[in-house]
């Protein structure tokens, strides 16, 4: 019954255009702010989930390392551990440095991942070779897999077309003195047998080899590794980190197990905040419809004094007339909101389809990348209606406290 008396206010004719336009502006308000909110989240989902996956192709499903200093070493039990493990699939054994890679005048500072032949298996770095293929040689004849940018930096030609082999220079553990760079490096020619490119942060920084040749250069023997990647039988991050936590328990205290997030905590940390934050920001413009909601039921209520009079003449109490005016506060809300999530969902339909809006410079797409997730639309009806709510409270209030009378 209050609803339908909210209705007939809304939607009847007022003596005062006034009331009218404030009451169009407040819905235009309204719709403003939810589609903003919904187009800005869900063009953070699309660029969270593109980041992720491009992080899920290089970053394996879980990763061991030592409790303690920087070398894994799987004793039998721990190793038979990983091999029984019906919930992972494939594990792979890597050992990193940072080094030097020089061919003739260019040099570029790397990070080396001597990885063994389980590694395609366990990351998808192998369906981002853009040029020549994954293999790593053998410690003999290793090879080398280069980012993009690292290719350009050192000036790298694949296989046949190399007129001179890049040289690795990696820190010798054994050097007696570090001012000799004779002493302090061990250097290796190097065969360029592919090339990746995943994103910027990847392609500047990474160089694939054979595992035993860095365990060769390093002096470490064939049981050392610097950690162990794992490729796992789960469908999501809560399914993964079930595993991972009964891995940590069988393996014991001296290894940690983490996740993919764990690997990379402070990125998808500073992407949830920069989400949340832009969200507060964008609540804001509901701040301001809010206001003219505010105004819209001052001047309702003016505009209504006789029939709020009538009605408690009738019988209704401050409760009822109360009501009645912020159902008319919901009423804006949900032409409001519901007209802005409508247009919301259209532009980002528009954009998922046909790539309207394109992004400048260089990345790994061309275009704003658009995800809509339900939790948004949840969390945007909720803010509306609880703007609306506190909003229409104040004129609603005002108008059950006030003493009318018939009399003229």
């Given at each position: 019954?209050?609803?339908?008396?909210?209705?007939?206010?809304f939607?009847?004719?007022?003596?005062?255009?006034?009331?009218?336009i404030?009451?169009?502006?407040?819905?235009?308000?309204?719709?403003?702010?939810?589609?903003?909110?919904?187009?800005?989240?869900?063009?953070?989902?699309g660029?969270?989930?593109?980041?992720?996956?491009?992080?899920?192709?290089?970053?394996?499903?879980a990763?061991?390392?030592?409790?303690?200093?920087k070398?894994?070493?799987?004793?039998?039990?721990?190793?038979?551990?990983?091999?029984?493990?019906?919930?992972?699939?494939?594990?792979?054994?890597?050992?990193?440095?940072?080094?030097?890679l020089?061919?003739?005048t260019?040099?570029?500072?790397?990070?080396?991942?001597?990885?063994?032949?389980?590694?395609?298996s366990?990351?998808?770095?192998?369906?981002?070779?853009?040029?020549?293929?994954?293999?790593?040689?053998?410690?003999?004849?290793?090879?080398?897999?280069?980012g993009?940018?690292?290719?350009?930096?050192?000036?790298?030609?694949?296989?046949?077309?190399?007129?001179?082999?890049p040289?690795?220079?990696?820190?010798?553990?054994n050097?007696?003195?570090?001012?000799?760079?004779?002493?302090?490096?061990?250097?290796?020619n190097?065969?360029?047998?592919g090339?990746?490119?995943?994103?910027?942060?990847f392609d500047?920084?990474?160089?694939?080899?054979?595992?035993r040749?860095?365990?060769?250069m390093?002096?470490?023997?064939?049981?050392q590794?610097?950690?162990?990647?794992l490729k796992?039988?789960?469908?999501n991050?809560?399914?993964?980190?079930?595993?991972?936590?009964?891995?940590?328990?069988?393996?014991?205290?001296?290894?940690?197990?983490?996740?993919?997030?764990?690997?990379?905590?402070?990125?998808?940390?500073?992407?949830?905040?920069?989400?949340?934050?832009i969200?507060?920001?964008?609540?804001?413009?509901?701040?301001?419809?809010?206001?003219?909601?505010?105004?819209s039921?001052?001047?309702?209520v003016?505009?209504?004094?006789?029939?709020?009079?009538i009605l408690?003449a009738?019988?209704?109490n401050?409760?009822t007339?109360?009501n009645?005016?912020?159902?008319?506060?919901?009423?804006l809300?949900?032409?409001?909101?519901?007209?802005?999530?409508?247009?919301?969902?259209l532009?980002?339909w528009?954009?998922?389809?046909?790539?309207?809006?394109?992004?400048?410079?260089?990345?790994?797409?061309?275009?704003?990348?658009?995800?809509?997730?339900?939790?948004?639309?949840?969390?945007?009806?909720a803010?509306?209606f609880?703007?609306?709510?506190?909003?229409?409270y104040?004129?609603?209030s005002?108008?059950?406290?006030e003493?009318?009378?018939?009399?003229?």
């Open positions: 019954m209050n609803f339908l008396f909210a209705w007939r206010y939607k009847s004719k007022k003596s005062t255009n006034a009331v009218n404030i009451a169009y502006i407040s819905v235009i308000a309204i719709m403003v702010g939810t589609a903003a909110l919904i187009l800005v989240l869900s063009v953070f989902n660029f969270e989930s593109l980041v992720k996956n491009l992080y899920s192709d290089f970053y394996a499903d990763k061991i390392i030592p409790a303690k200093g070398i894994l070493q799987l004793n039998n039990t721990a190793l038979q551990t990983l091999q029984t493990n019906k919930q992972v699939a494939y594990y792979s054994f890597v050992v990193e440095e940072k080094a030097l020089k061919n003739d260019y040099q570029s500072t790397v990070v080396v991942k001597g990885v063994d032949d389980n590694y395609a366990v990351t998808n770095i192998a369906k981002h070779i853009v040029r020549g293929n994954f293999f790593t040689g053998n410690v003999h004849e290793p090879s080398i897999v280069v993009g940018g690292i290719e350009n930096a050192v000036n790298i030609y694949l296989g046949e077309d190399a007129y001179t082999l040289t690795l220079y990696l820190p010798n553990k050097a007696l003195s570090f001012t000799n760079l004779n002493d302090a490096f061990l250097s290796y190097v065969l360029p047998t090339v990746f490119n995943i994103q910027q942060e500047n920084k990474y160089v694939f080899t054979n595992l040749f860095m365990q060769f390093l002096d470490m023997d064939s049981t590794y610097s950690y162990a990647e796992l039988h789960a469908n991050d809560k399914e993964a980190k079930k595993i991972t936590t009964q891995l940590q328990n069988d393996l014991g205290k001296n290894f940690i197990v983490q996740t993919r997030y764990e690997q990379n905590k402070s990125l998808y940390s500073i992407m949830q905040m920069e989400k949340w934050i969200y507060g920001i964008l609540s804001l413009i509901l701040v301001v419809a809010a206001f003219n909601i505010i105004g039921l001052t001047m309702l003016l505009e209504k004094q006789k029939d709020i009079a408690k009738m019988g209704a401050d409760n007339i109360k009645i005016f912020i159902n008319n506060g919901f009423i809300a949900i032409i409001g909101g519901g007209i802005g999530m409508i247009l919301a969902s532009i980002c528009l954009q998922i389809k046909f790539k309207l809006l394109k992004l400048g410079g260089s990345f790994v797409v061309d275009y704003y990348p658009v995800e809509m997730r339900w939790q948004d639309f949840v969390l945007v009806i803010t509306v609880v703007v609306a709510l506190i909003a229409s104040i004129p609603a005002k108008a059950a406290k003493k009318l009378s018939l009399k003229s």
